[in-house]
């Protein structure tokens, strides 16, 4: 299967500071990533996804960058708030566009 | 809530019964997943219907686990003779599938199973 790891299992910032989660991955032939976000006892949440023809995506105070040379993948939070605690994961799309494959998660944690 | 729905929430059983679990999809949603996730993992791919057809099925899925869509809308996952290392949080997402490869995946709440 691939290979989709996170560099930090946990993670805790202040109110109100940025996060950032970083995420690496194996296969150089993936061309779709996402992030999900999966608080206690709910299903994964989808955050925002990217492409590999693009390296850079922005949403509602998340950024997702995406470096190809390093098969690297970052998901940027702004203004840290209470309610992103949660696991978030990476997910690659398989080849077949049916298949995701899920990293371990980094647990992010936010001090008042 | 996102929409896609799973039943039971909960269900503990003993080690060699059978179990099975409902996923109802958002009603337009023509593409239905079923994962695995245990403690401090992410989800494991199981397998992945188009419409009522199964297309896709991991390795993870043996021979004791099947799934069926028989109508193309919700769909059943069945473990026979569970065991305990059956016991993680079976999650069911459904997407739209069209003429983009890939499409976000919905997730329901999870069914999560305990085997004694």
């Known amino acids: 299967g691939e290979s989709v790891g996170l560099h930090l299992p946990t993670l805790s910032v202040q109110e109100g500071d940025n996060s950032i989660i970083n995420c690496a991955y194996s296969n150089s032939a993936s061309d779709y990533f996402i992030w999900y976000k999966q608080e206690s006892g709910k299903g994964p949440q989808f955050i925002i996804d990217?492409?590999?023809?693009?390296d850079k995506r922005q949403g509602q105070r998340v950024t997702v960058l995406l470096n190809k040379t390093v098969k690297h993948l970052s998901l940027q939070i702004a203004a840290t708030q209470p309610g992103d605690s949660a696991v978030y994961f990476c997910?690659?799309?398989?080849?077949?566009?049916?298949?995701?494959?899920f990293g371990t998660g980094t647990s992010l944690t936010v001090i008042p | 809530d996102t929409g896609v729905s799973q039943n039971p929430r909960h269900k503990i059983t003993k080690r060699g019964q059978n179990v099975t679990f409902r996923c109802d999809p958002i009603s337009e949603h023509n593409r239905l997943y079923w994962y695995r996730q245990t403690l401090g993992q992410g989800p494991e791919f199981l397998t992945y219907f188009q419409n009522e057809a199964q297309l896709e099925k991991s390795r993870l899925l043996s021979d004791r686990f099947s799934a069926e869509r028989p109508k193309g809308s919700f769909s059943t996952l069945e473990i026979q003779r569970t065991e305990q290392g059956d016991s993680a949080m079976y999650l069911c997402?459904?997407?739209?599938?069209?003429?983009?490869?890939?499409?976000?995946?919905?997730f329901g709440p999870g069914t999560r199973l305990t085997v004694l």
């Open positions: 990217i492409r590999s023809n693009m």
């Open positions: 997910a690659e799309g398989g080849n077949t566009g049916n298949q995701f494959y």
């Open positions: 997402a459904s997407s739209f599938g069209g003429p983009i490869l890939y499409n976000e995946q919905f």
